[in-house]
């Protein structure tokens, strides 16, 4: 099983988008990047998240919250930033992957090519687009280890 949803931006720019939060946990990764995992606590403080940023378009994909998109636009204006999803059991499920920069969506599952599979999966095309290089033998997703917690709540424990 791997369940894991959670952001992922320059450490110092993702940190200070999630400051705000009394239940962020940032979760530090190689070549200067973080992860934001996306816990049941972080998400119910998101609800009501308020924020002068205006969406003009619907939200990319349906399992991202309206505040985490908000989130992920505002995180955006200053870095990078990549939304990552896997759902995987038994073999079966799959992975989605945004990625926002200066407040615009620039992937998603409507940009062409996002259905690839390795080394050119949708989270490792997002971890490209935010400026992720993938060693010798390795995309993006296992560069930064990515594959260490298979759940999300694993990643905010690992930090504590």
Same mark, same amino acid.
Do not use: W
């Given at each position: 099983? =791997?369940? %894991? #949803?959670?952001?992922?931006?320059?450490?110092?720019?993702?940190?200070? !988008?999630?400051? +705000?939060?009394?239940?962020?946990?940032?979760?530090?990764?190689? +070549? !200067?990047?973080?992860?934001?995992?996306? &816990? #049941?606590?972080?998400?119910?403080?998101? %609800? !009501?998240? +308020? &924020?002068?940023?205006?969406?003009?378009?619907?939200?990319?994909?349906? @399992?991202?919250?309206? #505040?985490? =998109? %908000?989130?992920?636009?505002?995180?955006? =204006? @200053?870095?990078?930033?990549?939304y990552i999803n896997t759902y995987y059991f038994g073999g079966q499920g799959g992975q989605d992957a945004l990625v926002w920069d200066k407040g615009n969506l620039r992937f998603s599952p409507t940009s062409p090519g996002y259905e690839k599979s390795w080394p050119n999966s949708p989270i490792s095309q997002a971890l490209r687009m935010i400026g992720v290089v993938a060693e010798a033998g390795e995309d993006e997703f296992d560069t930064l280890g990515l594959g260490k917690h298979r759940h999300t709540h694993r990643w905010a424990e690992s930090v504590k």
């Open positions: 099983m =791997h369940d %894991v #949803e959670a952001l992922i931006a320059k450490s110092d720019k993702l940190a200070a !988008g999630a400051r +705000q939060f009394e239940s962020a946990i940032i979760c530090p990764l190689v +070549q !200067g990047f973080s992860l934001l995992p996306i &816990t #049941e606590p972080l998400a119910k403080e998101l %609800v !009501g998240y +308020q &924020t002068k940023t205006r969406v003009a378009s619907a939200k990319p994909i349906r @399992n991202i919250s309206d #505040e985490l =998109h %908000v989130l992920a636009i505002d995180i955006s =204006h @200053n870095s990078p930033v990549a």
